[in-house]
């Protein structure tokens, strides 16, 4: 028997002995721990030194993020708003609406609202009485928060852009802030802050000239792209819309062309939200039908470098969705992301001159509609009777730090 356990690996045959108690191996702790919730492994922290030592290392942090965003994935809604304090309800996997608990710092003097959500990470933008904007990191799993910098006052009478993400080149978050100029929505500076350095630069923003954002940030692999619209030079040409890039790690600018979309009939409605498809980037847009009945909703994906033609960038048209026959009823689809699969759209009325009469009026409670991309099929989530905030994000529960700043201890 002695012979047979030794022509095998060890930790393979059988359980180590340590007083008395079985210990797997390593790998196979490992393994089971990198499927547990965070506020599981923020009580194992007390088990032993060693466990919490290893739920700090970034190679433990990293595959629970992977484990978490693959087989975990969520959606943030924010309910935000004075007077009531800032809320944040998520839906899990299993579609279970669930309260996220906030921080004592979103009281309801100050109007919060989500920038962004990566690597479940959440950067808000808070507006403080009277007259202050402060910029903050939290982490809801952990409960950690990190008071970014307040915003100069300058940009509080100004529109505000900003991003947030992740290079994995340079291992870094970083907060990407841009203001309009004071006479017009054209880009007349930028600031990026970083999470590791704890300090703010002014960027180069060249390529920006004559340009505008009309949308808020979107983090994917390593950049953060907005909608922008560039302004004509010559009276007789138009305004095109673009989408525009931010290298994370370069720190650097590219304008990218938009997908040929069609014209909306319904200028209100002409929103566009960048998400992920099949790992790509990919463009969400919606137009209502020519008799204001339906509305149908495009998916585009842009891949880099793949073209035949000598243009960086292609756009590839994946779906336009069956008709959704809400706007006979006064609502429109707005699609905002993709989760799981699905399309999520937010339900919202049409303009009163486009309702058609003896249709009758929209009732007040509004809905999320998801649209199956396999099935091509649409469901109705009763989600608003928890929240009734329009931010919609998806999300991944993790273990990333966001700093040393205002950490509630949650082993007892």
């Known amino acids: 028997m002695a012979q047979m356990r030794s022509s095998q690996p060890r930790a393979l045959t059988r359980m180590e002995i340590d007083g008395g108690s079985p210990v797997l191996p390593r790998e196979v702790i490992t393994s089971i721990l990198i499927r547990l919730p965070v506020k599981a492994l923020i009580r194992f922290q007390c088990v032993c030194k060693e466990w919490k030592n290893l739920f700090k290392t970034s190679s433990f942090i990293a595959e629970h993020l992977q484990h978490s965003t693959h087989q975990n994935p969520s959606l943030i809604f924010e309910d935000y708003g004075i007077p009531d304090p800032f809320r944040v309800c998520l839906l899990d996997s299993e579609m279970r609406v669930l309260e996220v608990q906030s921080d004592p710092f979103f009281d309801s003097k100050r109007c919060v609202w989500t920038i962004n959500s990566c690597n479940g990470l959440i950067c808000l933008g808070i507006v403080n009485v009277p ?161 204001f009945k339906s509305s149908l909703i495009h998916l585009w994906v842009m891949e880099k470098g793949t073209c035949a033609s000598r243009e960086r960038w292609c756009c590839t048209k994946k779906y336009t969705s069956s008709p959704y026959l809400g706007c006979r009823l006064g609502y429109m689809l707005v699609p905002v992301t993709i989760w799981r699969n699905e399309v999520v759209c937010n339900v919202t009325e049409m303009p009163s001159d486009y309702l058609i009469e003896d249709e009758g009026e929209p009732d007040d409670e509004r809905r999320i509609v998801m649209f199956n991309i396999t099935t091509n099929e649409f469901r109705t989530l009763d989600i608003r009777k928890f929240i009734l905030g329009y931010g919609i994000f998806n999300y991944s529960e993790s273990l990333v730090p966001v700093g040393n700043m205002h950490v509630e201890q949650l082993c007892f």
């Open 131 to 291: 007259r202050s904007l402060s910029l903050l990191v939290w982490n809801p799993a952990t409960r950690e928060t990190r008071l970014v910098s307040e915003v100069v006052d300058g940009c509080v009478d100004r529109t505000l852009h900003v991003g947030f993400g992740f290079s994995q080149t340079v291992n870094d978050y970083k907060i990407v802030k841009i203001c309009d100029s004071e006479n017009d929505f054209l880009v007349n500076e930028v600031e990026v802050y970083s999470l590791n350095r704890g300090t703010w630069k002014e960027v180069e923003f060249g390529k920006l000239d004559g340009v505008g954002m009309i949308s808020g940030g979107f983090a994917f692999n390593g950049a953060i792209f907005w909608v922008g619209l560039k302004l004509a030079v010559d009276e007789d040409e138009d305004d095109i819309e673009i989408i525009v890039s931010f290298d994370i790690a370069a720190e650097v600018f590219t304008l990218i062309p938009m997908p040929p979309l069609p014209s909306p009939v319904i200028s209100a409605s002409d929103r566009k939200y960048l998400t992920v498809y099949g790992n790509k980037l990919a463009l969400l847009s919606h137009t209502v039908s020519e008799d």
